[in-house]
C-alpha cells in the first residue's frame, strides 16, 4: 500500500508533493513525510538533503512548521500504510542511509528484508527503524560508487518482493531515480518539469501525458528529460500516453464526505457503465470480439472485497444465461490453491483500483495455465489492465472514499452486461434474456428512486447505533448482499456483524441471538421469501429486532421497520438492495462520530499480500 510523490522541475516542489499525498490517501494515512534537495546558499551546486516526517495524516505534515524551509524543487514524498513497524515518526518514510545522502521513499514490501537487514549490519550498517524500507537506502550506499543509477540496480537485485521507490541524493541534485516491481509507477510529463506518482489522479491537474513504468524497470527522471532502463542497465524507449480523465470529479461538490457523495453518483455512474454497449434492438458491445466463448467449459470470478462480493452478486446471471459453471473466489485464496484451469477456462476479474497485489497474481496465475483472462477494472491504465488479455472498464469515475460504492454497482452492472454479451454469442438471445437487458437499461432510474427511499433509515440507524452486534441474512442473490452490506458496516462503523444465507441461521448463529440484537433480512426474491420471513420469526421469537429490506408486499406487523424498495429482475437487485445498506452503514458511522472516508487500518488500494 502506501502512496509516493515526486517533482523535480522550475516550481517549488512541497506545494505540489502535498497535493498528491492528500490525492493518494486512500493508500494509507498513518504517516507522511517529505524530502526535498534545498539550496540556501550562494554555491549553486551546494545542495542539501532536508526532510520532514511525522506520524498522522497528510493534514498534519502541511501544517507542520519545518514545511516552509522546504523550499527546493526536487523533492519525493511518501504516505504511509503501516506493514512492518507500527505507525510512528521513526518508521515513517523518507528512510536515509547511515550517512544521510540518500533518501528513499517505497511502496510495497521487501520480503527478504531480515537477511539484508543482517548483510547490513555485518558490514558496519545501523538500522535504527523497524522497517524493511530502511535496508534500501542503506544498500543503495553501500553499492554506490560514484553512479548512482548502477547503485539502484545493484539494489533491485538484492531485492525480493514488491516496490515502487523513488531515490534522491546530494550527489546528484537534479535527478530522482525511481524504480518498480509489482507496485505502481507513473511518470507526468510537461514543460515545467516532471512529476511521479502511485496513480495518474495525483497529478493530473499538472498533466495528461504519462509515461507508464513496468517491472523491474528503471529510471532517470530529470527536469527536461525523462530515460529508462532495464534492471541490466539497457537503455529502452517508452512512449508517451495521453490520458483523458477530469481530475475536478475527484472532489466532494458540497457533500459531507466522499462516502456520500460517491453514493448518490451512482445513478449516473451506472449509467455511464452502461453508455452505448446495451441496446435493445442492437447485439451488445464490448470490444472483446476475439474471444471464442464457445470453448470455454467453466468460469471463475476472482477477487477481493466488495469486487469479491460483486462477483458473488453476479455469479448467477452467467449461470442462467450462459450456461457455464461459474465459481467465484477470493483472490488470496485461488492463487495458492492450484485451482483446476486451463485454456478451456475463462477467468474474470474484478478490481476499481486494478492495482490489488493478491488480484494482480491470480490474473498471472491464470495466464500462466493458459486460461483466458479478462478484468473489469475502474480505474484506466492501472497494473491488472497491463497484465490481462482482455479488459473492459467500468465508468464509476474517481471513488476515493476507503468503502467502495459506486464501484460495486458498476461492476455488477457490468458483469450483467458481460452476461449478456456471452449469451448472445452462445445464441442463448430468448426472451429471458430480452427481459433482463430491458431492466438493465432501467437501473438508473430505479437507483434514483432507492436513493430516495433510503434515507429514511436514518432514523433507524440513530435508534441502534451503540450496539455491538448485527447480522444479516437473505437468500441467493440478498445473501450476497448481505454480505456486501455486513462488510460495509465493520469498515466504516467498527460494529462486529456477519452475514448468513438465511437458511443456516438456525444451524448456529440464532445461540447468538437475544433481546433486541438487531437482524438485517434482505428480501427482494418471492420464490424465497416466505423462507426467509420465516427464518426472521424463528429470531424475533427469540427477542430479536428486524431491519427489512424488500421490494415485495410482505405484511408481517412483527418486523420493526421496513424499507421499500423499487422491483427489479431479481437477478439485478443487488445492485438496487445494496443502496439502503450503503446508507445505514453511513449513518450508523456518523452517529458514531466516525472518520466515514477514511476507516481505521484500512487503506483503498491494497498492493500487499
Ligand atoms: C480494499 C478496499 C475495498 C476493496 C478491496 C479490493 O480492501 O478497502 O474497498 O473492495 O480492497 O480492491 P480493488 O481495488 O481490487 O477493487
Given at each position: 500500500?502506501?502512496?509516493?510523490?515526486?517533482?523535480?522541475?522550475?516550481?517549488?516542489?512541497?506545494?505540489?508533493?502535498i497535493?498528491g499525498?492528500?490525492?493518494l490517501?486512500?493508500?494509507?494515512?498513518?504517516?507522511a513525510?517529505?524530502?526535498v534537495?534545498?539550496?540556501?546558499?550562494?554555491?549553486?551546486?551546494n545542495?542539501?538533503?532536508?526532510?520532514?516526517?511525522?506520524?498522522?495524516?497528510?493534514?498534519?505534515?502541511?501544517?507542520?512548521?519545518?514545511?516552509?524551509?522546504?523550499?527546493?524543487n526536487?523533492?519525493?514524498?511518501?504516505?504511509?500504510?503501516?506493514?512492518?513497524?507500527?505507525?510512528?515518526?521513526?518508521?515513517?518514510?523518507?528512510?536515509?542511509?547511515?550517512?544521510?545522502?540518500?533518501?528513499?521513499?517505497?511502496?510495497?514490501?521487501?520480503?527478504?528484508?531480515?537477511?539484508?537487514?543482517?548483510?547490513?549490519?555485518?558490514?558496519?550498517?545501523?538500522l535504527?527503524?523497524?522497517?524493511?524500507?530502511?535496508?534500501i537506502?542503506?544498500?543503495?550506499?553501500?553499492?554506490?560508487?560514484?553512479?548512482?543509477?548502477?547503485a539502484?540496480?545493484?539494489?533491485?537485485?538484492?531485492?525480493?518482493g514488491?516496490?515502487a521507490?523513488?531515490v534522491?541524493?546530494?550527489?546528484?541534485?537534479?535527478?530522482?531515480?525511481?524504480?518498480?516491481k509489482?507496485?505502481?509507477?507513473?511518470?507526468?510529463?510537461?514543460?515545467?518539469?516532471?512529476?511521479?506518482?502511485?496513480?495518474?489522479?495525483?497529478?493530473?491537474?499538472?498533466?495528461?501525458k504519462?509515461?507508464?513504468?513496468?517491472?523491474?524497470?528503471?529510471?532517470?527522471?530529470?527536469?527536461?528529460?525523462?530515460?529508462?532502463?532495464?534492471?541490466?542497465?539497457?537503455?529502452?524507449?517508452?512512449?508517451?500516453?495521453?490520458?483523458?480523465?477530469?481530475?475536478?470529479?475527484?472532489?466532494?461538490?458540497?457533500?459531507?464526505?466522499?462516502?456520500?457523495?460517491?453514493?448518490?453518483?451512482?445513478?449516473?455512474?451506472?449509467?455511464?457503465?452502461?453508455?452505448?454497449?446495451?441496446?435493445?434492438?442492437e447485439?451488445?458491445?464490448?470490444?472483446?470480439d476475439?474471444i471464442d466463448?464457445?470453448?470455454?467449459?467453466?468460469?471463475?470470478?476472482?477477487?477481493?472485497?466488495?469486487?469479491?462480493?460483486?462477483?458473488?452478486?453476479?455469479?448467477?446471471?452467467?449461470?442462467?444465461?450462459?450456461?457455464?459453471?461459474?465459481?467465484?473466489?477470493?483472490?488470496?485464496?485461488?492463487?495458492?490453491?492450484?485451482?483446476?484451469?486451463?485454456?478451456?477456462?475463462?477467468?474474470?476479474?474484478?478490481?476499481q483500483?486494478?492495482?490489488?497485489?493478491?488480484?494482480?497474481a491470480?490474473?498471472?496465475?491464470a495466464?500462466?495455465?493458459?486460461?483466458?483472462?479478462?478484468?473489469?477494472?475502474?480505474?484506466?491504465?492501472?497494473?491488472?489492465?497491463?497484465?490481462?488479455?482482455?479488459?473492459?472498464?467500468?465508468?464509476?469515475?474517481?471513488?476515493?472514499?476507503?468503502?467502495?460504492?459506486?464501484?460495486?454497482?458498476?461492476?455488477?452492472?457490468?458483469?450483467?452486461?458481460?452476461?449478456?454479451?456471452?449469451?448472445?454469442?452462445?445464441?442463448?438471445?430468448?426472451?429471458?434474456?430480452?427481459s433482463?437487458?430491458?431492466?438493465?437499461?432501467?437501473?438508473?432510474?430505479?437507483?434514483?428512486?432507492?436513493?430516495?427511499?433510503?434515507?429514511?433509515?436514518?432514523?433507524?440507524?440513530?435508534k441502534?447505533?451503540?450496539?455491538h452486534?448485527?447480522?444479516?441474512?437473505?437468500?441467493?442473490?440478498?445473501?450476497?448482499?448481505?454480505?456486501?452490506?455486513?462488510?460495509?458496516?465493520?469498515?466504516?462503523?467498527?460494529?462486529?456483524?456477519e452475514?448468513?444465507?438465511?437458511?443456516?441461521?438456525?444451524?448456529?448463529?440464532?445461540?447468538?441471538?437475544?433481546?433486541?440484537?438487531?437482524?438485517?433480512?434482505?428480501?427482494?426474491?418471492?420464490?424465497?421469501s416466505?423462507?426467509?420471513?420465516?427464518?426472521?420469526?424463528?429470531?424475533?421469537?427469540?427477542?430479536?429486532?428486524?431491519?427489512?429490506?424488500?421490494?415485495?408486499?410482505?405484511?408481517n406487523?412483527?418486523?420493526?421497520?421496513?424499507?421499500?424498495?423499487?422491483?427489479?429482475?431479481?437477478?439485478?437487485?443487488?445492485?438496487i438492495s445494496?443502496?439502503?445498506?450503503?446508507?445505514?452503514?453511513?449513518?450508523?458511522?456518523?452517529?458514531?462520530n466516525?472518520?466515514?472516508?477514511k476507516?481505521?487500518?484500512?487503506?483503498?488500494?491494497?498492493?500487499?499480500?
Amino acid at each position: 500500500m502506501c502512496g509516493i510523490v515526486g517533482y523535480i522541475g522550475e516550481r517549488k516542489a512541497v506545494p505540489i508533493l502535498i497535493n498528491g499525498l492528500l490525492s493518494l490517501e486512500y493508500r494509507g494515512y498513518d504517516s507522511a513525510g517529505i524530502a526535498v534537495l534545498n539550496n540556501n546558499s550562494s554555491n549553486e551546486n551546494n545542495y542539501q538533503l532536508e526532510i520532514v516526517k511525522d506520524k498522522g495524516r497528510v493534514n498534519n505534515l502541511k501544517n507542520n512548521d519545518k514545511i516552509k524551509d522546504l523550499i527546493g524543487n526536487v523533492g519525493i514524498a511518501h504516505t504511509r500504510w503501516a506493514t512492518h513497524g507500527i505507525p510512528s515518526k521513526e518508521n515513517s518514510h523518507p528512510h536515509i542511509d547511515n550517512t544521510g545522502k540518500f533518501a528513499v521513499v517505497h511502496n510495497g514490501i521487501i520480503e527478504n528484508y531480515t537477511s539484508l537487514r543482517r548483510k547490513l549490519i555485518n558490514n558496519g550498517y545501523k538500522l535504527y527503524s523497524e522497517t524493511d524500507t530502511e535496508v534500501i537506502p542503506n544498500l543503495i550506499n553501500m553499492y554506490y560508487s560514484g553512479d548512482i543509477l548502477k547503485a539502484v540496480s545493484d539494489t533491485m537485485k538484492e531485492l525480493k518482493g514488491s516496490y515502487a521507490i523513488e531515490v534522491i541524493s546530494e550527489f546528484c541534485p537534479d535527478k530522482i531515480i525511481i524504480a518498480k516491481k509489482d507496485s505502481p509507477l507513473v511518470i507526468g510529463t510537461s514543460e515545467k518539469g516532471n512529476y511521479i506518482a502511485s496513480d495518474i489522479p495525483a497529478i493530473l491537474t499538472y498533466t495528461n501525458k504519462f509515461y507508464f513504468l513496468d517491472d523491474e524497470e528503471i529510471s532517470v527522471v530529470q527536469k527536461d528529460s525523462v530515460e529508462f532502463y532495464d534492471i541490466n542497465l539497457s537503455q529502452i524507449h517508452k512512449s508517451i500516453k495521453t490520458i483523458e480523465l477530469d481530475s475536478q470529479s475527484s472532489e466532494k461538490n458540497g457533500y459531507e464526505d466522499f462516502m456520500l457523495k460517491e453514493i448518490y453518483e451512482q445513478p449516473n455512474a451506472v449509467r455511464e457503465t452502461i453508455g452505448s454497449r446495451l441496446s435493445l434492438s442492437e447485439k451488445t458491445n464490448l470490444n472483446i470480439d476475439y474471444i471464442d466463448f464457445k470453448k470455454f467449459n467453466r468460469i471463475f470470478i476472482v477477487a477481493c472485497g466488495t469486487a469479491m462480493h460483486a462477483g458473488m452478486a453476479a455469479k448467477p446471471i452467467f449461470e442462467k444465461f450462459c450456461k457455464i459453471p461459474t465459481e467465484v473466489d477470493v483472490a488470496s485464496e485461488f492463487r495458492y490453491r492450484n485451482p483446476l484451469i486451463d485454456e478451456h477456462t475463462f477467468c474474470i476479474f474484478i478490481s476499481q483500483s486494478g492495482e490489488t497485489a493478491d488480484t494482480i497474481a491470480a490474473v498471472k496465475l491464470a495466464k500462466s495455465f493458459s486460461a483466458t483472462t479478462l478484468s473489469i477494472v475502474n480505474v484506466i491504465g492501472s497494473s491488472i489492465t497491463r497484465f490481462s488479455d482482455y479488459t473492459i472498464y467500468t465508468h464509476a469515475g474517481p471513488e476515493i472514499a476507503v468503502a467502495s460504492t459506486k464501484a460495486y454497482t458498476c461492476q455488477v452492472t457490468l458483469l450483467g452486461i458481460l452476461a449478456i454479451y456471452m449469451a448472445e454469442f452462445l445464441g442463448y438471445d430468448d426472451k429471458n434474456l430480452q427481459s433482463f437487458k430491458l431492466a438493465l437499461l432501467k437501473l438508473p432510474d430505479k437507483l434514483k428512486e432507492v436513493l430516495d427511499t433510503s434515507k429514511t433509515l436514518k432514523k433507524y440507524a440513530k435508534k441502534i447505533f451503540n450496539q455491538h452486534d448485527l447480522y444479516f441474512i437473505g437468500r441467493g442473490s440478498d445473501y450476497a448482499v448481505c454480505m456486501e452490506g455486513s462488510l460495509k458496516l465493520k469498515e466504516i462503523s467498527y460494529i462486529h456483524s456477519e452475514a448468513y444465507a438465511s437458511g443456516e441461521l438456525k444451524h448456529g448463529p440464532i445461540a447468538l441471538i437475544e433481546k433486541d440484537t438487531t437482524i438485517i433480512g434482505v428480501i427482494t426474491d418471492s420464490l424465497t421469501s416466505k423462507k426467509t420471513i420465516s427464518n426472521l420469526e424463528e429470531a424475533i421469537s427469540r427477542g430479536a429486532k428486524v431491519l427489512l429490506i424488500t421490494n415485495q408486499n410482505i405484511d408481517n406487523d412483527k418486523i420493526d421497520f421496513t424499507v421499500s424498495i423499487p422491483p427489479i429482475h431479481t437477478l439485478l437487485s443487488p445492485i438496487i438492495s445494496i443502496v439502503p445498506l450503503q446508507f445505514f452503514a453511513y449513518y450508523i458511522a456518523k452517529f458514531k462520530n466516525l472518520d466515514v472516508d477514511k476507516p481505521r487500518n484500512l487503506a483503498k488500494s491494497v498492493t500487499v499480500e
